[in-house]
C-alpha cells in the first residue's frame, strides 16, 4: 500500500468518528507505539542511506498530515462535547423570586456602588487593605508622631501585642481609618495613582451618631502637577453627582490631619427649614468629609520624592452620607439586622447604580 492511500483510510477513519474516544483508537491505531505509521518508520532502519533519506521524508509527510487531521478532528469533536455538556447542565434562571420574599439590598453596599461608578467614570480605581493593621499603617505612616494626642483621638481597638516583638512593631490594631490604604497603595504601585478604598473602620464609641463599626470611603491622587484646584473639583463633582443636585456650593474650611498639609473640611450647601434638610444652594452649610494635600512626610515615608510628587487625599463616612441621602435618622440601625429596616431602606436588587440611569 502506498503512503497516499494509508493517508485517505485514515483521513476517511478520522472523519468518521463521533468520539473522543473513538478518534484515540485510530490515534494508536496510526501512530501509537505498535501504529501503522509507526512501524513504517520503523522500517527505515533496514533501507539503505540514499533509500531511507527518501523515505524519511515520505513518511513524515505521512505522519505530519495524519497529526494535523487527528488534531483538527479533536478541536471540533471537543466543541461539540463542550456544547453538549452545556445543554446538559443547563440551569433556568428565568424564574422570577417570589416577590414576598425579595431580599434588598443594604444602604451600605449601594452607597460604595454608587460611589464606584461616580468615581470609576473620574479614572480612580479601587485598592484595598486589611481590617487588621499595624502601628505602621494606621499610624506612623501616616506622619502621627510617636505619643502625638491625635492618636489618642482615634479611641483605638488594639489587639493583644505580637509574640516576640517590640514596641511599635509589635502593635496589632482594628483600623481606625481607611488612610492605611494610602500607604499600601503607594508601597503597592507606583505614581501616577488614583485610588479610592472603601471599607470597615473602627473606633471604640457607641451613640446615635457613632458606631464601633463603620465604613469609610478614602480617595487619592498621586500626580506630578495635583493641585488643591483638582482636589475641590474633584470632590465638588463627586456630591453633584451622588447627592444629585447640579451646582451645588461647596466650601473648605482648614482643619487639621497629620497626614495632610494644608488640611480642610469640606462643607456642602444646605437649607435647613422647618427642620427639613435639603441638599443644595441654601443659608446653610453641612459638614462632609475631610481633605487635604498629601504631606511630604508621608510620601518621604513610602520611598516617593515629595519634589517630584505630590497629591491629594479625602475621606468620608459612608453611613453618614448614605443617611443624609437617604434621609436614615439614626446611624445604629444600620448594622441591627431589623428586616423591616432592611425591606424600608433596603435597594431593589436589580437596580445598580451607574452614572447613565442615575443612582
Ligand atoms: N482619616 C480621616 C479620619 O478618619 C479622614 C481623612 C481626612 C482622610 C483627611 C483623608 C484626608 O484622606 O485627607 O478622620
Known sequence: MNTAEIEQEFTQKIDAANDLGSLDTIRVEALGKKGRITELMKGLGKLDPDQRKEQAVVFNDLKNGVMAKLESRQSILKKAAMAERLKAEKIDITLDVRPERKGTIHPITQTMDEMIAIFADMGFSIHDGPDIEDDFHNFTALNFPPKHPAREMHDTFYLPDVEGAEGDAAKRLLRTHTSTCQIRAMLDQKPPLRKIVMGRTYRSDYDITHTPMFHQLEGMVIDKETNMGHLKGCL?????????????????????????????????????????????????????????????????????????????????????????????????TFFEGDTRWNAHYGHDPLNKPNLATGS
Not at 487635604?292 to 519634589?307: A, F, R, S, T
Open 236 to 332: 465638588k463633582t463627586f456630591c453633584e453627582k451622588f447627592f444629585g443636585v447640579e451646582d451645588l456650593p461647596v466650601r473648605f474650611r482648614p482643619s487639621f490631619f497629620p497626614f495632610t498639609e494644608p488640611s480642610a473640611e469640606m462643607d456642602i450647601g444646605c437649607s435647613r427649614s422647618k427642620g427639613a434638610l435639603k441638599i443644595g444652594a441654601g443659608d446653610d452649610w453641612l459638614e462632609i468629609l475631610g481633605c487635604g494635600m498629601v504631606h511630604p512626610n508621608v510620601l518621604k515615608n513610602v520611598g516617593i520624592d515629595p519634589d517630584v510628587y505630590q497629591g491629594f487625599a479625602f475621606g468620608m463616612g459612608i453611613e453618614r452620607v448614605a443617611m443624609l441621602k437617604y434621609g436614615i435618622p439614626d446611624l445604629r
